[in-house]
């Protein structure tokens, strides 16, 4: 399996000056591969360079699997972690800038572009290139060690954003003012203070292309910003096996992307959207 960027359209999707986006990542599942053990994946990671020198361990990320119909489950988001004989882990890669993140375990791989609250953010169509980079130096390193074909079953794609206090909202009451389009009651009961809130939306990316998982929590920062709004979109759909109908891989990416840029979009005021900067083509 090779993956290449192609056409990535951006006609009529909005993007900002200022965006609260903290986190992008990029990422496949695939099916687990038989011989590929973590030694494979420490090899792996020498044939980066020395532009990736940091590097840990972490547990695995399980699968998920994203069903419709009277199949239909649903996920959690973000790590599940879980007792296990299962020896396999997860190794976290950093570049050397600590900006970039290669996450790779047996059945999956991630790419995190990682920034700070108010500091430049590269676009989809600067980052999409970087996962493929990796992607395919991963399949080649497959390859090379006789381990098999990586068969993506999986896409998957996530925008973090952080809205600090101070900048869209200053008290916890204003939430509702700022986020719009989520379903929910924002005002308190007669005789109560609304002091936030930790909640989970699903939405089908019709039709049964996909899904949406959004998450808002209040969180805090080492960033020296204590109180933050966090807003997490998640999309992730099936990948069609080869030869049959349905999304590829770069296919379902590009449809993650232009679903969650739409979606923060029609969820968020336009206050909040014009503190952000005038919105434009291409996000």
Request: glycine share 12%; net charge negative.
């Amino acid at each position: 399996m090779r993956v290449a960027t192609r056409d990535m359209p951006s006609s009529g999707l909005p993007h900002y000056e200022r965006p609260p986006v903290i986190e992008t990542v990029l990422g496949v599942q695939f099916e687990r591969i038989s011989g590929l053990q973590n030694g494979h994946l420490g090899a792996f990671w020498r044939t980066l360079g020395g532009s990736w020198p940091h590097v840990r361990d972490m547990p695995p990320i399980d699968r998920v699997v994203e069903r419709f119909g009277e199949d239909e489950t649903w996920a959690s988001l973000g790590s599940q972690l879980k007792l296990t004989q299962d020896p396999s882990a997860r190794l976290q890669i950093r570049s050397e800038a600590g900006d970039r993140m290669i996450q790779v375990q047996n059945g999956r791989l991630h790419y995190n572009w990682l920034g700070k609250v108010g500091g430049p953010y590269p676009r989809y169509t600067s980052i999409r290139p970087e996962f493929d980079d990796v992607l395919n130096r991963f399949v080649r390193f497959l390859a090379d060690e006789n381990l098999g074909e990586l068969k993506a079953d999986h896409w998957e794609i996530t925008y973090v954003n952080h809205l600090p206090k101070g900048t869209v909202w200053d008290t916890i009451d204003q939430w509702g003012d700022v986020l719009v389009g989520l379903p929910g009651a924002w005002q308190s009961p007669e005789g109560l203070r609304f002091e936030g809130l930790q909640g989970e939306w699903h939405f089908e990316i019709e039709p049964q292309r996909g899904r949406l998982h959004v998450q808002v929590n209040r969180a805090r920062s080492g960033q020296g910003v204590d109180d933050i709004l966090r807003l997490a979109l998640t999309a992730r759909g099936g990948v069609a096996p080869s030869g049959r109908e349905g999304l590829t891989l770069d296919e379902g990416l590009n449809l993650g992307r232009e679903t969650i840029v739409r979606a923060f979009r029609s969820m968020t005021s336009e206050k909040a959207r014009s503190y952000w900067g005038p919105a434009n083509d291409d996000s």
